[in-house]
């Protein structure tokens, strides 16, 4: 089966400049998680979105707001850029019928700000 | 104080070699347990997935949560120069809705053949 797919894969913007990240969960899976990791650190949570309503925000900006629409697929919208944005910016995708939440990553968006 | 302590590591060991990967965590909340493995520049990879305290073994994996302690191993038998990677501890607690995983840093783990 697809695993989540992410895109773009590699993304180099300015700052002050506004970037939009897509994800495309695994098929049936209806819960999306963004996660941040910056060179040589752990994944560290942004927002989740479980049935398209948002569930959980972590240590996320206000620059930073995301959705997730009717086909289940989430977009994340970073707006005035800043160089501490630069890190790979982690998808997961989640089925959690039954309480049990395990979550697959995607391949990640490398965003680079210049 | 992070919630899930992990030590970085490098750890190398010789090829054919058992690896021992441990991880402490102070929240009692945390019900689920998982171990993702992560090659450079990509993302995390599920490895094995315990609810809860118990062992769990995967083919060369075992997997083992202590939550009395608050401590979890993750054990490589027979390891491989293709084990060669990061290796991510990550913790969420039980309850309806999306549950964040909290990570830990992770241990690079180097096998030489």
């Known amino acids: 089966a697809a695993g989540v797919i992410q895109s773009p894969r590699h993304l180099i913007k300015e700052k002050r400049e506004t970037a939009t990240l897509k994800c495309y969960p695994i098929?049936?899976?209806?819960?999306v998680y963004w996660y941040q990791q910056g060179p040589g650190q752990d994944p560290q949570f942004l927002i989740s979105f479980y049935e398209k309503m948002q569930s959980d925000k972590g240590s996320i900006p206000d620059r930073f707001s995301a959705q997730q629409f009717s086909d289940y697929h989430s977009e994340l919208n970073m707006s005035s850029l800043e160089l501490g944005d630069s890190a790979l910016y982690f998808c997961?995708?989640?089925?959690?019928?039954?309480?049990?939440?395990?979550?697959?990553f995607g391949p990640g968006t490398r965003l680079t700000v210049l | 104080q992070k919630e899930v302590e992990q030590d970085p590591g490098p750890l190398s060991v010789p090829e054919g070699a058992i690896v021992s990967l441990n991880c402490t965590y102070s929240?009692?909340?945390?019900?689920?347990f998982m171990w993702y493995r992560q090659y450079s520049r990509k993302g995390p990879e599920l490895l094995m997935y315990t609810y809860s305290s118990g062992n769990k073994e995967d083919g060369r994996f075992t997997a083992q949560v202590d939550k009395s302690s608050k401590y979890i191993s993750l054990f490589i038998r027979d390891s491989q120069p293709s084990d060669s990677a990061t290796y991510l501890c990550?913790?969420?607690?039980?309850?309806?809705?999306?549950?964040?995983?909290?990570f830990g840093q992770g241990t690079r783990l180097t096998i030489n053949p």
């Open positions: 929240n009692s909340a945390f019900q689920y």
């Open positions: 098929s049936r899976h209806d819960t």
């Open positions: 997961a995708s989640s089925y959690k019928p039954t309480g049990v939440d395990t979550q697959y």
């Open positions: 990550a913790m969420s607690a039980n309850s309806q809705g999306a549950q964040k995983l909290v």
